[in-house]
């Protein structure tokens, strides 16, 4: 049982390029999340999917779209990157909204 | 907009100290959650509180949802050097269909 994958783990963007960063949960769980963290800023949500089929915008969406593939995939499209989106990203699913979310090991970006 | 703070940002201990770290809201949360990340890690679940008033333990730590349950608290007895990581505590966004989570409280343990 994987629980929540992420991939790829690291990444290096030169500043205007694209990429999508992938997320996959095997725990048949309706909400999926991706967040990023930078120092001394905690966990910041940038879009969300309640359920299969829905996707709204977190905290600090701009600058990023999401798609719901199915109900298992949930991707984070950055589709012309800055240095300021230079961090870490986590992906992560729940059950259902206000249940325990189980977060991906994270994809570290920069961007230069 | 919706906010989650918590207070300190930075603590630092002699092992078998305690700690406290306390998350306030905004607005009121319908729960709280509670995760610990280690150095280099990704966060992971440690409780939920959902009642007002409710104080829940595991081990040597103690959760608490205050009354209003627009705060609460974790405090570890006796720290040890596995305790060492951030702590996040996790509400409910206005809309109420995702986590906002506070900046994190750091805990490192000396020997």
């Known amino acids: 049982n994987a629980g929540v994958t992420q991939t790829p783990k690291f990444q290096v963007l030169k500043t205007g390029q694209s990429m999508t960063l992938q997320c996959a949960q095997d725990?048949?769980?309706?909400?999926m999340y991706w967040y990023r963290q930078d120092p001394g800023m905690g966990l910041r949500l940038i879009y969300y999917?309640?359920?299969?089929?829905?996707?709204d915008k977190g905290e600090v969406p701009n600058g990023y779209n999401v798609s719901r593939l199915n109900k298992r995939e949930f991707s984070l499209r950055l589709e012309s990157a800055a240095p300021s989106q230079t961090s870490v990203y986590f992906c992560?699913?729940?059950?259902?909204?206000?249940?325990?979310?189980?977060f991906g090991q994270g994809t570290r970006l920069t961007v230069v | 907009g919706q906010q989650v703070m918590q207070i300190p940002q930075y603590q630092h201990v002699q092992e078998g100290e305690d700690f406290t770290t306390y998350c306030n809201s905004s607005?009121?949360?319908?729960?709280i959650q509670w995760y610990k990340q280690r150095p280099g890690g990704h966060p992971v679940f440690l409780i939920q509180?959902?009642?007002?008033?409710e104080v829940k333990k595991q081990k040597r730590l103690t959760f608490q949802f205050g009354e209003a349950k627009k705060n609460s608290s974790l405090h570890i007895t006796a720290t040890q050097t596995t305790d060492v990581g951030t702590y996040f505590c996790?509400?409910?966004?206005?809309?109420?269909?995702?986590?906002?989570f506070g900046k994190g409280t750091t805990l490192s343990v000396s020997s």
């Open positions: 992560a699913s729940s059950e259902a909204w206000g249940s325990e979310a189980f």
């Open positions: 725990m048949n769980h309706n909400s």
């Open positions: 999917s309640a359920s299969e089929g829905t996707t």
């Open positions: 607005t009121t949360l319908s729960n």
């Open positions: 509180l959902v009642k007002s008033g």
């Open positions: 996790a509400g409910d966004n206005q809309a109420g269909t995702a986590l906002i």
